[in-house]
């Protein structure tokens, strides 16, 4: 494949998303996923087209900027939210903020040992909750709650968004008296946001 097919050179600066390359062409490396068949970058960087090796990465633009890993310890926001799955707005990977957006998805299966009936006796939409980064599909990092320093940091009233405040094997809103739900970490309300 020459170096206009995929409509960049190396060194050209590339943004998640933009397309690389085809698998039949290329082989995906470091800072790149594929999906249909389509290498895409993860992301922002300069692309490197190595013709010899027919490889193709991405190198951060910014050293040591950091993605979300498997095995790495990430915070976020839920978001959608479904019967059996959760999405999380990555913010934060370890102790270092991030300025990207990365999207995590929770599945009710990675959340503990034991069976969860339902996604809403876990989290729900507007909760922070910690994470780890059990693997990375198509640029989506699935994530796992199974230990006890993981789980929800904050979780807010569904009716009226006050921080709720753990109650014996539950969570009570001060304000509104609601009760509900939650897999907690441990260190519940002590998360620096």
């Known amino acids: 494949m020459n170096q206009k097919a995929s409509g960049h050179k190396s060194g050209t600066l590339v943004l998640p998303g933009e397309r690389l390359g085809v ?7 470091s800072g790149t ?17 190595d013709l010899l090796s027919k490889r ?7 050293n040591g900027s950091p993605v979300p890993k498997v095995s790495s310890v990430v915070v976020g926001q839920v978001g959608n939210a479904q019967s059996d799955n959760v999405l999380v707005r990555i913010f934060k990977i370890g102790s270092k903020r991030i300025s990207g957006v990365f999207t995590g998805i929770l599945h009710i299966s990675d959340v503990q040992e034991r069976y969860v009936k339902s996604m809403n006796d876990v989290c729900k939409p507007g909760d922070i909750i910690r994470t780890k980064v ?11 709650t199974n230990d006890k320093s993981l789980g929800v940091v904050y979780a807010f009233c569904s009716c009226c968004s006050n921080l709720l405040e753990p109650k014996r094997h539950e969570m ?4 509104c008296g609601n009760v509900e739900k939650r897999k907690l970490a ?7 946001i």
């Open 172 to 175: 009570l809103c001060p304000k």
């Open 56 to 62: 193709v990465s991405v190198y951060p633009l910014i």
């Open 134 to 144: 059990i693997s990375n599909k198509n640029q989506v990092s699935h994530l796992s």
């Open 186 to 192: 441990l260190d519940y309300g002590k998360e620096e």
């Open 23 to 29: 698998i039949e062409e290329f082989i995906p490396d």
């Open 33 to 49: 996923y594929v999906k249909d068949g389509v290498i895409y970058s993860k992301i922002v960087g300069r692309a490197l087209m």
